[in-house]
Protein backbone atom coordinates (compact mmCIF):
# COMPACT_ATOMS: atom_id res chain seq x y z
CA UNK A 1 0.00 0.00 0.00
CA UNK A 2 2.84 2.17 0.84
CA UNK A 3 4.35 1.73 -2.76
CA UNK A 4 1.58 2.74 -4.41
CA UNK A 5 0.62 5.61 -2.64
CA UNK A 6 4.06 6.88 -3.30
CA UNK A 7 4.02 5.90 -7.06
CA UNK A 8 0.92 7.74 -7.28
CA UNK A 9 2.39 10.90 -5.22
CA UNK A 10 5.65 10.83 -7.53
CA UNK A 11 3.34 11.04 -10.77
CA UNK A 12 1.11 13.36 -9.22
CA UNK A 13 4.15 15.64 -8.85
CA UNK A 14 5.71 14.50 -12.71
CA UNK A 15 1.95 15.87 -13.96
CA UNK A 16 2.26 18.92 -11.92
CA UNK A 17 5.85 20.09 -12.77
CA UNK A 18 5.12 19.14 -16.67
CA UNK A 19 2.40 21.54 -16.37
CA UNK A 20 4.35 24.69 -14.83
CA UNK A 21 5.43 26.88 -17.53
CA UNK A 22 9.32 27.48 -16.81
CA UNK A 23 11.07 30.84 -16.73
CA UNK A 24 13.75 32.12 -18.81
CA UNK A 25 17.16 33.49 -18.43
CA UNK A 26 18.17 35.87 -21.10
CA UNK A 27 21.64 36.98 -20.40
CA UNK A 28 23.69 39.74 -21.61
CA UNK A 29 26.13 37.83 -23.60
CA UNK A 30 23.18 36.00 -25.71
CA UNK A 31 22.85 33.02 -23.10
CA UNK A 32 19.45 31.67 -22.28
CA UNK A 33 18.74 29.91 -18.58
CA UNK A 34 15.73 27.93 -18.40
CA UNK A 35 14.74 26.67 -15.21
CA UNK A 36 12.66 28.86 -12.34
CA UNK A 37 13.33 32.16 -10.90
CA UNK A 38 12.68 31.90 -7.37
CA UNK A 39 14.08 35.47 -5.24
CA UNK A 40 15.14 38.42 -6.66
CA UNK A 41 17.29 41.05 -4.84
CA UNK A 42 18.37 44.32 -5.23
CA UNK A 43 21.61 43.38 -7.01
CA UNK A 44 21.04 39.30 -8.28
CA UNK A 45 18.07 36.88 -9.21
CA UNK A 46 18.06 33.15 -7.17
CA UNK A 47 17.68 30.68 -9.99
CA UNK A 48 17.42 27.05 -10.49
CA UNK A 49 18.10 25.39 -13.65
CA UNK A 50 15.71 23.05 -15.49
CA UNK A 51 15.62 19.25 -13.60
CA UNK A 52 18.25 20.42 -11.16
CA UNK A 53 17.28 21.55 -6.83
CA UNK A 54 20.80 23.44 -6.62
CA UNK A 55 19.86 27.18 -6.36
CA UNK A 56 22.55 29.81 -8.06
CA UNK A 57 22.41 33.41 -7.82
CA UNK A 58 22.68 35.60 -11.36
CA UNK A 59 23.60 39.39 -11.25
CA UNK A 60 21.25 41.63 -12.32
CA UNK A 61 23.63 43.06 -14.40
CA UNK A 62 24.48 40.14 -16.63
CA UNK A 63 21.36 39.18 -17.49
CA UNK A 64 19.02 41.14 -20.50
CA UNK A 65 15.34 39.98 -19.03
CA UNK A 66 13.75 37.26 -17.86
CA UNK A 67 10.17 35.68 -19.58
CA UNK A 68 8.58 34.35 -16.81
CA UNK A 69 6.50 31.60 -17.21
CA UNK A 70 3.19 33.54 -16.14
CA UNK A 71 4.16 35.61 -19.65
CA UNK A 72 5.82 38.49 -17.30
CA UNK A 73 8.58 40.14 -19.20
CA UNK A 74 11.03 42.00 -16.63
CA UNK A 75 13.92 43.69 -18.78
CA UNK A 76 16.83 44.81 -16.79
CA UNK A 77 19.86 45.53 -19.22
CA UNK A 78 19.56 46.80 -23.17
CA UNK A 79 21.67 44.45 -25.05
CA UNK A 80 24.60 45.72 -27.33
CA UNK A 81 27.52 44.26 -29.15
CA UNK A 82 29.84 45.14 -31.48
CA UNK A 83 29.26 45.97 -35.28
CA UNK A 84 30.05 41.85 -35.81
CA UNK A 85 27.52 40.88 -33.97
CA UNK A 86 24.89 43.39 -34.60
CA UNK A 87 22.87 41.53 -37.40
CA UNK A 88 22.31 38.70 -34.82
CA UNK A 89 21.72 41.05 -31.78
CA UNK A 90 19.84 44.07 -33.09
CA UNK A 91 16.25 42.98 -32.77
CA UNK A 92 16.82 42.52 -28.97
CA UNK A 93 14.68 44.83 -26.95
CA UNK A 94 12.83 45.89 -30.07
CA UNK A 95 8.67 45.74 -30.58
CA UNK A 96 6.62 45.85 -33.57
CA UNK A 97 2.75 46.41 -33.96
CA UNK A 98 1.20 45.11 -37.43
CA UNK A 99 -1.51 46.37 -38.84
CA UNK A 100 -4.56 45.41 -37.30
CA UNK A 101 -7.05 43.09 -38.75
CA UNK A 102 -10.15 44.97 -39.45
CA UNK A 103 -13.89 42.83 -39.79
CA UNK A 104 -16.68 45.02 -39.94
CA UNK A 105 -20.11 42.83 -39.95
CA UNK A 106 -18.49 40.18 -40.09
CA UNK A 107 -16.45 40.90 -43.55
CA UNK A 108 -12.12 41.59 -43.33
CA UNK A 109 -11.85 45.20 -45.14
CA UNK A 110 -8.72 44.07 -46.60
CA UNK A 111 -6.31 47.00 -46.98
CA UNK A 112 -8.35 49.80 -45.04
CA UNK A 113 -7.09 52.29 -43.84
CA UNK A 114 -8.24 51.73 -40.09
CA UNK A 115 -5.67 48.86 -40.04
CA UNK A 116 -3.16 51.36 -40.29
CA UNK A 117 -5.24 54.07 -38.08
CA UNK A 118 -5.37 51.94 -35.13
CA UNK A 119 -2.17 50.25 -35.72
CA UNK A 120 -1.34 54.03 -35.37
CA UNK A 121 -3.19 54.81 -32.04
CA UNK A 122 -2.05 51.51 -30.37
CA UNK A 123 1.64 52.81 -30.81
CA UNK A 124 0.92 56.41 -29.57
CA UNK A 125 -0.33 54.55 -26.56
CA UNK A 126 2.53 51.75 -25.80
CA UNK A 127 5.82 53.57 -27.10
CA UNK A 128 6.35 55.73 -23.84
CA UNK A 129 4.46 52.52 -21.52
CA UNK A 130 7.11 49.68 -22.42
CA UNK A 131 10.45 50.35 -20.41
CA UNK A 132 13.50 50.11 -22.15
CA UNK A 133 12.09 48.38 -25.05
CA UNK A 134 12.28 49.88 -28.26
CA UNK A 135 8.77 50.47 -30.56
CA UNK A 136 9.50 50.39 -34.04
CA UNK A 137 7.60 53.41 -35.87
CA UNK A 138 4.40 52.28 -37.72
CA UNK A 139 5.84 54.00 -40.91
CA UNK A 140 8.91 51.78 -40.24
CA UNK A 141 7.02 48.51 -40.02
CA UNK A 142 4.50 48.64 -43.09
CA UNK A 143 7.97 50.00 -45.30
CA UNK A 144 9.81 47.20 -44.23
CA UNK A 145 6.44 44.59 -44.66
CA UNK A 146 5.66 46.39 -48.54
CA UNK A 147 9.43 46.01 -49.35
CA UNK A 148 8.71 42.67 -47.93
CA UNK A 149 5.90 41.38 -50.19
CA UNK A 150 4.05 40.92 -47.31
CA UNK A 151 -0.02 42.70 -47.29
CA UNK A 152 -3.18 41.17 -46.40
CA UNK A 153 -3.85 38.75 -49.10
CA UNK A 154 -0.39 36.72 -48.70
CA UNK A 155 0.72 37.52 -44.48
CA UNK A 156 -1.01 33.91 -43.50
CA UNK A 157 2.15 32.17 -45.78
CA UNK A 158 4.46 33.90 -43.56
CA UNK A 159 5.23 32.78 -39.76
CA UNK A 160 5.85 34.87 -37.38
CA UNK A 161 9.72 34.05 -36.75
CA UNK A 162 10.05 35.27 -40.16
CA UNK A 163 7.95 38.34 -39.91
CA UNK A 164 10.17 38.76 -37.05
CA UNK A 165 13.46 38.54 -38.73
CA UNK A 166 12.04 41.04 -41.81
CA UNK A 167 11.09 43.40 -39.08
CA UNK A 168 14.73 43.20 -36.88
CA UNK A 169 12.05 43.06 -34.01
CA UNK A 170 12.16 40.42 -30.95
CA UNK A 171 8.63 40.78 -30.24
CA UNK A 172 5.47 41.37 -32.43
CA UNK A 173 2.10 42.81 -31.39
CA UNK A 174 -0.29 40.74 -33.46
CA UNK A 175 -4.11 42.19 -33.19
CA UNK A 176 -7.49 42.23 -34.87
CA UNK A 177 -10.27 44.91 -34.39
CA UNK A 178 -13.91 43.17 -34.94
CA UNK A 179 -16.63 45.43 -34.85
CA UNK A 180 -20.66 45.00 -35.82
CA UNK A 181 -24.25 46.95 -35.75
CA UNK A 182 -26.17 45.64 -33.16
CA UNK A 183 -29.06 47.45 -33.65
CA UNK A 184 -30.60 51.47 -32.91
CA UNK A 185 -31.80 53.59 -29.89
CA UNK A 186 -33.92 56.69 -30.99
CA UNK A 187 -34.36 59.29 -28.76
CA UNK A 188 -36.95 61.92 -28.45
CA UNK A 189 -37.48 65.43 -26.62
CA UNK A 190 -39.06 67.93 -26.11
CA UNK A 191 -39.34 71.79 -24.96
CA UNK A 192 -42.26 74.32 -24.23
CA UNK A 193 -41.38 77.83 -23.80
CA UNK A 194 -44.15 80.31 -22.07
CA UNK A 195 -44.23 84.31 -22.41
CA UNK A 196 -46.56 86.34 -20.17
CA UNK A 197 -47.86 89.09 -21.85
CA UNK A 198 -48.57 91.53 -18.93
CA UNK A 199 -50.05 94.22 -20.71
CA UNK A 200 -53.40 91.68 -21.96
CA UNK A 201 -52.43 88.97 -18.88
CA UNK A 202 -52.33 86.80 -21.05
CA UNK A 203 -49.67 83.41 -21.73
CA UNK A 204 -48.52 82.32 -25.39
CA UNK A 205 -46.36 79.38 -25.75
CA UNK A 206 -44.44 77.46 -27.88
CA UNK A 207 -42.85 73.86 -28.48
CA UNK A 208 -41.05 71.57 -30.54
CA UNK A 209 -39.51 68.48 -30.37
CA UNK A 210 -36.13 66.36 -31.53
CA UNK A 211 -36.36 62.79 -32.80
CA UNK A 212 -32.70 60.87 -33.25
CA UNK A 213 -31.39 58.13 -33.82
CA UNK A 214 -28.28 56.93 -32.79
CA UNK A 215 -26.38 53.50 -33.93
CA UNK A 216 -25.44 51.13 -31.44
CA UNK A 217 -22.24 48.87 -32.35
CA UNK A 218 -20.24 45.51 -30.78
CA UNK A 219 -16.86 46.14 -31.12
CA UNK A 220 -14.40 43.12 -29.78
CA UNK A 221 -10.27 43.41 -29.66
CA UNK A 222 -8.10 40.46 -29.75
CA UNK A 223 -4.69 40.98 -29.24
CA UNK A 224 -1.32 38.46 -29.29
CA UNK A 225 2.03 39.51 -28.24
CA UNK A 226 4.50 36.92 -29.90
CA UNK A 227 8.54 36.95 -29.59
CA UNK A 228 10.91 35.84 -32.17
CA UNK A 229 10.89 32.15 -31.97
CA UNK A 230 6.92 32.44 -32.58
CA UNK A 231 6.06 31.38 -29.30
CA UNK A 232 2.52 33.25 -27.62
CA UNK A 233 3.73 35.09 -24.59
CA UNK A 234 0.89 36.94 -23.88
CA UNK A 235 -3.04 37.04 -25.62
CA UNK A 236 -6.37 38.59 -25.07
CA UNK A 237 -9.79 39.23 -26.07
CA UNK A 238 -11.61 42.15 -24.93
CA UNK A 239 -15.35 43.36 -25.80
CA UNK A 240 -15.59 46.82 -25.78
CA UNK A 241 -18.18 48.38 -22.54
CA UNK A 242 -19.50 51.42 -24.91
CA UNK A 243 -21.84 50.48 -27.85
CA UNK A 244 -20.28 53.72 -29.95
CA UNK A 245 -18.04 53.29 -32.90
CA UNK A 246 -14.76 54.40 -31.18
CA UNK A 247 -15.12 52.30 -28.51
CA UNK A 248 -12.05 50.51 -29.23
CA UNK A 249 -10.16 53.55 -28.20
CA UNK A 250 -11.05 52.67 -24.35
CA UNK A 251 -10.19 49.01 -25.22
CA UNK A 252 -6.90 49.85 -26.90
CA UNK A 253 -6.30 51.28 -23.40
CA UNK A 254 -7.79 48.47 -21.24
CA UNK A 255 -5.46 45.82 -23.30
CA UNK A 256 -2.25 47.22 -23.08
CA UNK A 257 -2.19 48.02 -19.25
CA UNK A 258 -2.54 44.22 -18.83
CA UNK A 259 0.52 43.25 -21.15
CA UNK A 260 3.29 41.86 -19.51
CA UNK A 261 5.66 44.76 -20.98
CA UNK A 262 3.93 47.15 -19.61
CA UNK A 263 5.05 50.17 -17.29
CA UNK A 264 3.70 53.30 -16.02
Not at 217 to 230: E, H, I
Request: with cysteine; net charge positive.
Amino acid sequence: MRILISGLLLMSAICISAQTKLDKVLMVNGETKTGSVVGISDDAIEFIHEGEALKYKLKKADISKIEFGSGRIEVFNEVKGSTKDAMLIDHHNKIAVLPFTYILDGEQKKNDATERKVQQEFFSLMKDHVGILNVQPTTETNAILAKSGVNDENFIQFSMPEIANMLGVEYIIQATLSISKKGASSYNSSSLFVKQNQSKDKARGSSFSVNSTQIEYQTSLNMLLYNDNGDVVWSRTKEAFWPNKDAYKQTLKFLLKRMPIYTK
